[in-house]
């Protein structure tokens, strides 16, 4: 199907910057939108950062002006870059694919996460 790898994370100090990647492989028609979300122990889910298949962005209050989704089609790639880090980011990192595997056939491919950390 389809493989979703990200890279990147890791220990910073507060103020630090961070870039994640996420890399798709696989039966890949097209990839519609993407996505990265963040979860601390015990809480739910988050959506940080969204980008659909046209470039539109969107943020969660708490990272807009610091973060920055980018993608590269080319590539199967999405990117964060995390600016000014702040202790309460710190999470393990997921991203998400939307994807065509064929014409008429769209799923969602969730990567392994990615732990950051931000130190105060």
């Known amino acids: 199907q389809v493989q979703v790898v990200e890279s990147g994370g890791g220990l910073v100090e507060t103020g630090g910057s961070l870039r994640l990647s996420c890399a798709a492989s696989g039966r890949i028609f097209s990839i519609n939108g993407l996505g990265w979300y963040r979860q601390d122990p015990g809480k739910q889910r988050e959506l940080v950062a969204g980008i659909t298949s046209l470039g539109s962005t969107n943020y969660a209050d708490s990272v807009k002006g610091r973060f920055t989704i980018s993608r590269d089609n080319a590539k199967s790639t999405v990117y964060l870059q995390m600016n000014s880090l702040k202790p309460e980011d710190t999470a393990v990192y997921f991203c998400?694919?939307?994807?065509?595997?064929?014409?008429?056939?769209?799923?969602?491919?969730w990567g392994q996460g990615i732990q950051v950390t931000v130190s105060s």
């Open positions: 998400k694919f939307r994807v065509r595997t064929s014409r008429n056939v769209e799923n969602e491919f």
